[in-house]
């Protein structure tokens, strides 16, 4: 709460006599919101805190978008829509910001989903990430899905529960759902929908490439680890303090899906080995699905960022397509943080390479096969 209450509960009235009662609800979050866990307290907080008690999933089916969720200003260059989505008797929050709009007869808009790490907000990861601003001069939507605290103490996104691994389940259920649902409220490209993450964020974010690779044509992973990396919190902490088992999470799947990750080698929350191995399970599944061999040697290239930080870029041409199948960038001296972001939000390193802007260009290069979507 802020040091003045009277000057909280002016700024409280201001807004709501100006109509935007959205921004008042938003106001008042932030004002209550706690700052986050240290990095380097967060090897369970960012993870696998366990759930506390979240909704069961065997409650009779609902799907769909809150009514009418409210439009707002963002800095008078686009709008953030904010509303909830319930599937399988569980509800999420969410934010989509929408650049200004396109002229009349636009091609329809890419989609970027986006999975905050624990202990951030949308609004938090929105500010550290600087995708927004992207999207504005790029031309894209940013759906920020927001984790329940009843579902996980810590706000993390369950990845390590079986229960939230499959498609139709759990999680990546809600998270599909919400997806296809932004997606025909505001007709966005089929063909162009990603999702992203940070820590357990893009730990999910693997598991939806994995269970749903007729809808993300293409997933980021930053700071976490492959799908099938755990099943359980044991293991899940085994995973996260050593790098996954080798063996684990390659099997095949019929859609492979491009995968660009970052990680920075003085991880301590996240072994930076799991970067790696997410890279390898891409590279590994495409081989696998289109049955011609080995891929071609990957290009390593070495670089610095203009504010001095290291890295290694590791591209994977892939076997059929122009575009790289999969691109691994390991960040010299990068912590538990969001490469390249702003010091406006959590567990960023403004001095890396932007993680954000290459990510966009990667999914940039990507587009999803014609095919049916199922839900």
């Known amino acids: 709460m802020p040091d003045s209450l009277q000057r909280w509960m002016k700024e409280v009235a201001r807004i709501t006599q100006s109509g935007r009662l959205g921004r008042v609800a938003q106001f008042i979050q932030q004002s209550l919101v706690t700052a986050p866990a240290a990095p380097d307290r967060a090897i369970v907080v960012e993870g696998v805190v ?7 999933t065997t409650a009779a089916t609902e799907v769909g978008l809150a009514a009418r969720p409210v439009l ?3 800095d008078h260059l686009g709008l953030t829509h904010t509303g909830q989505h319930t599937e399988l008797g569980l509800t999420r929050g969410y934010e989509l910001y929408l650049p200004p709009q396109p002229a009349a007869g ?3 808009l890419p989609l970027v989903v986006m999975l905050h790490g624990c202990s951030q907000s949308p609004q938090d990861f929105a500010a550290g990430t600087g995708m927004n601003e992207l999207a504005r001069e790029k031309g894209f939507a940013v759906l920020y899905p927001a984790q329940s605290q009843d579902a996980n103490a810590g706000r993390c996104w369950n ?3 079986k229960g939230h691994q499959q498609r139709g389940h759990g999680e990546p259920a809600v998270l599909a759902g919400l997806t296809h649902a932004v997606m025909a409220e505001h007709g966005f490209d089929a063909r162009r929908i990603y999702v992203a993450g940070l820590s357990a964020g893009g730990a999910m974010a693997a598991v939806l490439g994995q269970a749903y690779p007729d809808l993300y044509a293409a997933v980021g992973i930053h700071s976490g680890l492959a799908s099938g990396a755990a099943d359980d919190l044991m293991s899940a902490l085994s995973a996260m303090q050593h790098g996954q088992a080798a063996d684990a999470a390659v099997g095949g799947v019929a859609d492979p899906v491009p995968t660009i990750v970052f990680h920075g ?3 301590a929350v996240v072994h930076p080995d799991n970067g790696a191995r997410a890279i ?5 599944r495409s081989e696998l ?5 080995p891929s071609p040697a990957p290009v390593i290239e070495q670089g610095v960022s203009a504010q001095g930080r290291g890295y290694t870029r590791i591209t994977h041409p892939g076997t059929e397509s122009a575009a790289a199948q999969a691109e691994h960038w390991l960040v010299h001296g990068a912590g538990h943080a969001w490469s390249g972001g702003s010091e406006r939000g959590s567990y960023t390193d403004p001095s890396g390479p932007d993680a954000s802007r290459e990510m966009w260009r990667f999914f940039s290069g ?4 014609e095919r049916r979507h199922n839900r």
């Open 72 to 74: 707002e200003p963002a």
């Open 265 to 267: 080698d003085s991880d």
């Open 106 to 108: 636009a091609e329809p």
């Open 50 to 56: 366990r759930e506390a008690s979240a909704p069961s």
């Open 366 to 369: 990507h587009v999803q096969p």
């Open 159 to 161: 990845w390590f529960e």
């Open 289 to 293: 699905a289109t049955m011609a061999g």
């Open 280 to 284: 390898e399970v891409a590279v590994r």
